[in-house]
């Protein structure tokens, strides 16, 4: 399956919404929880909606088909295997905590299920090289880290509003 960065995939493309890309996928598999759905597709999908039914997140899973990017495995390999591929194309890789996320609008995560010997029979038991085992696409901004201005700007939004809840019992 290819990836189109910041749009998705050919099955579901950031803001469109559920309807269109279960006339496709059929109905998830598993509803989720909150706004995200798993889908029976090879390779699975798994999609994040916003509040008004439209995709915001869609992310494959390792497993089945393998992922690409311009002829380029994502999954089923070594991650830094697959950052210094993309590096050569001019890609820079920005980490995050499983994993890293591509200006284009993607990143490659690793949630450490698969070691080492799955991919590699040679690879001693303790081999720390982690497995690429997904990819989330939607537009970078998705992926980046908010700068201090904008957490600031969140921190003053959230003490700004009343509270809810059991107050006044």
Known sequence: MEILPGEGVALAKVGET???VESRVGPPVHPGRGRRAVYDTDPMLVISYHADDTVELVEIADGGEEVFFEGIQLTGRFIDDVVAELAERGLRAEPFDIGFSFVPGFAIFSM????ARDIDPTASDDDERSVV???SVAPFDYFREPTEE???ALVREHEAKPPTGAAGR
Do not use: Q
């Open 133 to 135: 085992e997904g990819v």
């Open 112 to 115: 450490g299920s698969r070691t």
């Open 150 to 152: 904008e957490l600031d």
């Open 18 to 20: 559920r309807d269109v």
